[in-house]
């Protein structure tokens, strides 16, 4: 009996079912994956051959196909990816004859880095605008918050980026991403130069979503009837911004927040590109123009795995946060 | 007569763009120890003439004229800070809705501790003046509510969290905004007993802002009732009770249900609704509900002439006094 019991609680607590949907979502995205990448055009033998494809043979190209394993029907395909993946080899990069976990585990931690960099400097900026902003809703200072928040959306990363790289490259002959990349533990200081701009780039993205949610919340929060109280019980107007106001804004920001991380952690691709950065966007979309079909699924799982993991992360911090929350 | 403790003076207030006058022209005072009621309907202007006592108005809402005078100081030229000091120290107050008053993210604790904090410095005998705070409105099992978020508690203990919030300083003037509308019946009878009880302990000075004059009968010493924005009658409550004068005030004595009466007959109303205040123009606001209206009503606004015992704002008062 108790055991029954215990077993429907187990099956219906939010946790499992969390996790349960979490499974789904990722087996949902790995047959996506794989189908678009046989639905677009061309195939792993023109990624590698070019327009010399047309020279080869049916001969060599039936051979090709065989070598690359894209002779065998979908679902084989399918459960022979899955079973690399699974087994943590993720498969075989051709191009540079590694597996594609090794490749992962030297270009992930550049892109989690950039994207803790881009969001710590994104969650900053776009709070202290936001409150910045929503202080005084209509006055010149809001219009001021209101126009960065407009320009961060309207101004596309590659274009901000270009122009660092420009003025920084030509003016003043500061270019520290042309060096070779260095990790953090291998030369900190190279490192955060390395990082700086892209990492204030992509803070300026996320800052500007950070940024509107933040003022719409706590305008939305201010003319609550607490906020009332608390300055009635003659609490200092700083203090109700912050522990009153700001506090109870912090849902729709935390959401925002972890979309936006996990956007980043999608790999930045364009800013990993133009920092010649060695990150996972660079990985994936080398891997698209060669049509290495197991890096690009590998890759984008392992994308999707991080996404849903702050997804259920964002849920945990919404409890610490709203204690009405179970 | 002694310096009033409250003393409101012209009070009015509009919105401050497109200006709409919402409360016009009001005075009452409040003396040390004395409880005073305002009776009125939704949109007569009650409880923004308290908010405004407090400097909470709304945003886009203001004071256009008048003074509010407390202990001798204007509280309409005080600067934010001494106004601040004043919140929660001398004047505290209860509000309507006690589900949305508290914070709902942070501990009932904490949200008392914080009036002490925002006054004095936080010492090892805070809590436990937290703690006796909760224990004097009834609170059960005090160490357990100060861990406590609101959303643990029932409406009728979260108002009783909001009284002890607002006694704990021991302010000089309490003002209490229908503080009783959004509980059930059987709550509402042990939170006003409450309330007079801790007024008496303290000989505390009391608003008491109601649109039930049945619930301040007992509560208070003097009433002031308000329609569309003005006075239309002040006075103690014995007078307003046994001898109204003013026809809105007649009207809502005659519509109060009586417990004595056992003839079964259906209430009486006032036909009609209220005027918007800022719609009211120079005429007396009660003129077209009236029973009594001559033309002079509809040409001219009736000023509230009397003394403290009674005055009452009408050209024609029921009861022929004059």
Same mark, same amino acid.
């Given at each position: 009996?108790?055991?029954?019991?215990?077993?429907?609680?187990?099956?219906?607590?939010?946790?499992? $079912?969390?996790?349960?949907?979490?499974?789904?979502?990722?087996?949902? &995205?790995?047959? !996506?994956?794989?189908?678009?990448?046989?639905?677009?055009?061309? *195939?792993?033998?023109?990624?590698?051959? /070019?327009?010399?494809?047309?020279?080869?043979?049916?001969?060599?190209?039936?051979?090709?196909?065989?070598?690359?394993? $894209?002779?065998?029907?979908?679902?084989?395909?399918? $459960?022979?990816?899955?079973?690399? !993946?699974?087994?943590?080899?993720?498969?075989?990069?051709?191009?540079?004859?590694?597996?594609?976990?090794?490749?992962?585990?030297?270009?992930?931690?550049?892109?989690?880095?950039?994207?803790?960099? /881009?969001?710590?400097?994104?969650?900053?900026?776009?709070?202290?605008?936001g409150m910045?902003s929503a202080r005084k809703p209509g006055?010149?200072?809001d219009?001021?918050?209101?126009?960065?928040?407009?320009?961060?959306?309207?101004?596309? %990363?590659?274009?901000?980026?270009?122009?660092?790289?420009?003025?920084?490259?030509?003016?003043?002959?500061? !270019?520290?991403?042309?060096?070779?990349?260095?990790?953090?533990?291998?030369?900190?200081?190279?490192?955060?130069?390395?990082?700086?701009?892209?990492?204030?780039?992509?803070?300026?993205?996320?800052?500007?979503?950070?940024?509107?949610?933040t003022r719409s919340a706590l305008l939305e929060t201010v003319d609550k009837d607490f906020v009332r109280t608390a300055f009635g019980?003659?609490?200092?107007s700083?203090?109700v911004q !912050?522990?009153h106001v700001l506090r109870n804004s912090? &849902?729709p920001?935390?959401?925002?927040?972890?979309?936006?991380? /996990?956007?980043?952690?999608? %790999?930045?691709?364009?800013?990993?590109?133009?920092?010649?950065?060695? %990150?996972?966007?660079?990985?994936?979309?080398?891997?698209?123009?060669?049509?290495?079909?197991?890096?690009?699924?590998?890759?984008?799982?392992?994308?999707?795995?991080?996404?849903?993991?702050? *997804?259920?992360?964002?849920?945990?911090?919404?409890?610490?946060?709203?204690?009405?929350?179970? | 007569?002694?310096?009033?403790?409250?003393?409101?003076?012209?009070?009015?207030?509009?919105t401050i763009?497109?200006?709409?006058?919402?409360?016009?022209?009001?005075?009452?005072?409040?003396? #040390?120890?004395?409880?005073?009621?305002?009776?009125?309907?939704?949109?007569?202007?009650?409880t923004l003439?308290?908010l405004?006592?407090?400097g909470l108005l709304p945003r886009g809402v203001g004071?256009?004229?008048?003074?509010?005078?407390?202990?001798?100081?204007?509280?309409?030229?005080?600067?934010?800070?001494?106004?601040?000091?004043?919140?929660?120290?001398?004047?505290?107050?209860?509000y309507q809705d006690?589900m949305t008053a508290l914070n709902p993210?942070?501990?009932?604790?904490?949200?008392?501790?914080?009036?002490?904090?925002?006054?004095?410095?936080?010492?090892?005998?805070?809590?436990?003046?937290?703690?006796?705070?909760?224990?004097?409105?009834?609170?059960?099992?005090?160490?357990?509510?100060?861990?406590?978020?609101?959303?643990?508690?029932?409406?009728?203990?979260?108002?009783?969290?909001?009284?002890?919030?607002?006694?704990?300083?021991?302010?000089?003037?309490?003002? #209490?905004?229908?503080?009783?509308?959004?509980?059930?019946?059987?709550?509402?009878?042990?939170?006003?007993?409450?309330?007079?009880?801790?007024?008496?302990?303290?000989?505390?000075?009391?608003?008491?802002?109601?649109?039930?004059?049945?619930?301040?009968?007992?509560?208070?010493?003097?009433?002031?009732?308000?329609? #569309?924005?003005?006075?239309?009658?002040?006075?103690?409550?014995?007078?307003?009770?046994?001898?109204?004068?003013?026809?809105?005030?007649?009207?809502?004595?005659?519509?109060?249900?009586?417990?004595?009466?056992?003839?079964?007959?259906?209430?009486?109303?006032?036909?009609?609704?209220?005027?918007?205040?800022?719609?009211?123009?120079?005429?007396?606001?009660?003129?077209?509900?009236?029973?009594?209206?001559?033309?002079?009503?509809?040409?001219?606004?009736?000023?509230?002439?009397?003394?403290?015992?009674?005055?009452? #704002?009408?050209?024609?008062?029921?009861?022929?006094?004059?």
């Amino acid at each position: 009996m108790q055991g029954i019991s215990k077993l429907r609680r187990l099956v219906f607590s939010s946790t499992f $079912i969390r996790i349960a949907s979490a499974i789904t979502t990722l087996f949902g &995205i790995s047959v !996506f994956v794989f189908l678009v990448l046989r639905v677009i055009p061309g *195939n792993t033998i023109t990624g590698a051959f /070019g327009i010399e494809t047309g020279a080869l043979n049916p001969q060599q190209i039936a051979e090709l196909r065989h070598y690359y394993g $894209i002779d065998q029907p979908m679902v084989m395909q399918y $459960i022979s990816w899955m079973r690399s !993946f699974l087994s943590g080899n993720f498969g075989y990069s051709f191009a540079t004859g590694r597996s594609v976990f090794t490749l992962t585990k030297v270009a992930l931690p550049v892109t989690v880095e950039l994207a803790f960099i /881009g969001t710590i400097l994104g969650v900053i900026m776009g709070i202290a605008i936001g409150m910045f902003s929503a202080r005084k809703p209509g006055s010149l200072r809001d219009f001021g918050g209101q126009l960065f928040g407009l320009l961060a959306l309207a101004i596309p %990363g590659f274009v901000l980026s270009t122009a660092i790289v420009t003025i920084m490259a030509n003016k003043f002959h500061y !270019f520290p991403n042309s060096l070779e990349y260095m990790p953090p533990w291998k030369d900190p200081w190279m490192n955060f130069q390395q990082m700086m701009f892209p990492g204030l780039v992509l803070g300026i993205a996320v800052a500007a979503p950070v940024m509107r949610t933040t003022r719409s919340a706590l305008l939305e929060t201010v003319d609550k009837d607490f906020v009332r109280t608390a300055f009635g019980k003659g609490v200092p107007s700083r203090k109700v911004q !912050f522990k009153h106001v700001l506090r109870n804004s912090l &849902i729709p920001i935390v959401t925002m927040t972890g979309i936006q991380f /996990g956007y980043l952690l999608g %790999g930045a691709v364009i800013v990993e590109k133009i920092f010649a950065l060695p %990150g996972m966007g660079r990985q994936v979309l080398e891997a698209i123009t060669r049509r290495e079909y197991a890096t690009v699924q590998s890759s984008v799982m392992v994308f999707a795995i991080m996404f849903v993991t702050i *997804n259920i992360l964002t849920d945990l911090v919404y409890r610490r946060v709203d204690p009405r929350i179970k | 007569m002694n310096e009033p403790l409250l003393s409101v003076k012209d009070l009015s207030i509009s919105t401050i763009q497109d200006p709409r006058i919402l409360v016009n022209d009001v005075n009452f005072e409040i003396h #040390a120890g004395e409880a005073v009621g305002v009776v009125g309907e939704s949109g007569s202007g009650k409880t923004l003439s308290a908010l405004s006592v407090l400097g909470l108005l709304p945003r886009g809402v203001g004071v256009s004229a008048g003074s509010i005078k407390f202990n001798g100081t204007d509280l309409l030229s005080l600067d934010a800070e001494s106004l601040r000091k004043l919140r929660g120290l001398d004047i505290s107050m209860v509000y309507q809705d006690p589900m949305t008053a508290l914070n709902p993210v942070m501990k009932i604790g904490k949200q008392l501790l914080e009036v002490i904090e925002s006054h004095e410095t936080l010492d090892d005998s805070s809590l436990d003046r937290v703690r006796q705070a909760l224990e004097e409105v009834g609170i059960p099992d005090v160490n357990r509510a100060i861990e406590s978020y609101p959303h643990e508690f029932s409406g009728g203990m979260r108002q009783r969290v909001m009284i002890a919030m607002a006694l704990i300083l021991s302010p000089k003037l309490l003002i #209490a905004d229908e503080p009783t509308t959004a509980l059930d019946v059987t709550i509402q009878q042990q939170i006003l007993a409450l309330v007079a009880e801790e007024r008496q302990k303290r000989n505390m000075s009391m608003l008491w802002i109601t649109h039930d004059l049945g619930v301040v009968a007992n509560l208070v010493d003097r009433l002031v009732v308000m329609y #569309a924005g003005r006075i239309v009658e002040s006075g103690s409550v014995k007078e307003i009770f046994s001898n109204p004068q003013h026809p809105y005030t007649a009207g809502l004595l005659s519509s109060l249900p009586t417990t004595t009466d056992k003839t079964r007959k259906r209430l009486t109303s006032i036909a009609g609704v209220p005027e918007k205040p800022w719609l009211v123009g120079n005429t007396c606001a009660f003129a077209p509900r009236c029973g009594f209206v001559t033309p002079e009503c509809r040409s001219q606004a009736p000023h509230l002439v009397g003394t403290l015992e009674k005055s009452v #704002a009408c050209f024609h008062p029921v009861g022929g006094a004059q």
